[in-house]
């Protein structure tokens, strides 16, 4: 099994500003994967963060709004920057433990963009 | 990856037997079905997974036909606290993303 951890766990930010998210997992694992979840909605993936080289994002995910650094194998941050209130979402970061297992999800961070 | 079909929401009583089934016509060989529950303000819990026929668990079980383009899973006598979202996935796990659909929210009453 895997532990994660992600902070913050909720916050407010101001339009305009970047928050940085950062996950933590109490094990090596090889790749992480951060989401978004709008109100009311299912999960959507928004990248994959490989060790070692750039994040991989789904379509409708760009780098420059979402940065994503992997800097080990037990850590990575996403930011959102420059938010307008429609980032206004829950962020989940993932890790899978191995072949056809279980994924493992962090507690989520709620933002909300005013 | 496997899209699936699942209902958008059910109800159900407190002691009952609560069957979901999901859709997944375009399954793969290599693929595996797996189940999560998500509560509000939570991430999405591991339930149970499956290749085919029947898996059994403390929490649940699941059903997977023959041909393995649908699964049932069966909550046996729900309570409250298994008001939830129940999300149906297929794919080949392991360094392969999660992709989640839509879901089914489940809701218990007394």
């Known amino acids: 099994s895997a532990v994660i951890s992600q902070k913050p766990s909720r916050d407010i930010c101001q339009r305009g500003t970047s928050l940085t998210i950062q996950c933590q997992v109490d094990?090596?694992?090889?790749?992480m994967f951060w989401y978004r979840q709008q109100p009311g909605q299912s999960l959507t993936l928004i990248a994959t963060a490989n060790q070692g080289s750039e994040a991989t994002y789904e379509s409708g995910f760009v780098i420059d709004k979402f940065p994503i650094s992997r800097p080990n194998l037990t850590f990575s941050t996403l930011t959102v920057s420059n938010m307008s209130p429609e980032d206004s979402s829950i962020y989940l970061c993932s890790v899978e433990a191995g072949m056809n297992t279980e994924a493992f999800f962090g507690q989520g961070t709620r933002l909300t963009v005013v | 990856l496997a899209k699936t079909t699942q209902p958008i929401s059910m109800d159900s009583y407190e002691g009952q037997e609560v069957n979901i089934t999901c859709s997944h016509n375009?399954?793969?060989?290599?693929?595996?079905i797996t189940w999560y529950q998500q509560f509000p303000s939570q991430g999405p819990r591991f339930i149970i997974q499956g290749y085919k026929t029947k898996v059994t668990n403390e929490v649940a079980s699941l059903f997977i036909p023959a041909d393995r383009k649908s699964s049932t899973l069966s909550l046996p006598r729900v309570s409250l606290s298994d008001t939830a979202v129940y999300y149906c996935?297929?794919?080949?796990?392991?360094?392969?993303?999660?992709?989640f659909g839509a879901g089914t929210r489940l809701f218990v009453k007394a």
């Open positions: 996935l297929v794919g080949n796990t392991g360094g392969f993303k999660t992709i």
């Open positions: 375009n399954i793969a060989t290599n693929d595996y």
């Open positions: 094990s090596q694992v090889t790749m």
